[in-house]
């Protein structure tokens, strides 16, 4: 039997834990609202969102600009490559997954050189992290590794 004390603290926790919930909710909508209104034209068409932990916005960011700055660099007389529309952004195998249609080599490397960013950083803080195994794989720095493991011990 669960005590009273047991009961509050395990209402205190879920209550703390949808409000924690809401705010990392705010704080995405926030942030593809951002990108969406700073790159109108690569978030122009349908995409399925930004599917990965807040650790890797500041490198989705970072290639978002880099391939608008690219494309308006190079498209300043006529259109010498194709604008960019995202498809798709998610974290698959531990990695980053950057889906677009249009650009030109230049951006593919861009899109290589931020998964190899994204292989080295935390998804959960923007740490240095390296990709762990164990159940799903997930590139998490040892704090995060640790948490995620007391929490698979933990049932929780």
Not at 35 to 51: R, V
Request: proline content about 2%.
């Amino acid at each position: 039997m669960i005590s009273a004390l047991d009961q509050a603290a395990i209402a205190i926790t879920a209550k703390e834990s949808l409000m924690d919930q809401d705010l990392e909710y705010q704080e995405y909508d926030a942030f593809v609202k951002h990108l969406e209104t700073t790159y109108p034209q690569m978030f122009a068409g349908k995409y399925g969102g930004i599917e990965c932990a807040a650790g890797w916005w500041p490198i989705i960011a970072s290639l978002c600009a880099s391939i608008q700055h690219h494309l308006d660099w190079k498209n300043q007389q006529s259109e010498v490559v194709p604008q960019v529309t995202v498809t798709q952004i998610k974290e698959k195998f531990g990695g980053l997954r950057f889906y677009y249609d249009g650009g030109d080599d230049e951006i593919s490397g861009m899109v290589t050189m931020a998964a190899a960013w994204a292989s080295h950083t935390c998804e959960e803080c923007g740490a240095s992290g390296v990709l762990r195994h164990g159940g799903w794989l997930k590139t998490l720095c040892n704090t995060h590794h640790n948490l995620r493991e007391s929490r698979k011990q933990s049932g929780v």
